[in-house]
């Protein structure tokens, strides 16, 4: 995947997840409860765009935070 598209995505995230009051402890907690394998570093790491989402993830993080998919892949508007 492109480092700079990685990047966006991970910063949607992460305002995605600020804006429910979620820190990245809580939201990684809530994705290994569904199965999804993550850590607390991993998913800074995805933020950043250090680390590349599975689809699985982006599944998880779009129902566990109520956001769709353009708000993760484009921003929130």
Not at 5 to 29: F, P, V
Request: with cysteine; hydrophobic share 40%.
């Amino acid at each position: 995947m492109n480092k700079i598209i990685e990047k966006e995505i991970g910063n949607n995230i992460r305002k995605i997840r600020e804006s429910a009051g979620m820190t990245q402890e809580a939201l990684s907690a809530k994705l290994q409860l569904n199965g999804c394998d993550i850590t607390r570093s991993a998913l800074a790491k995805i933020e950043v765009g250090q680390r590349h989402l599975y689809p699985d993830e982006i599944v998880l993080i779009k129902e566990i935070l109520c956001t769709d998919f353009d708000s993760i892949f484009y921003g929130v508007k």
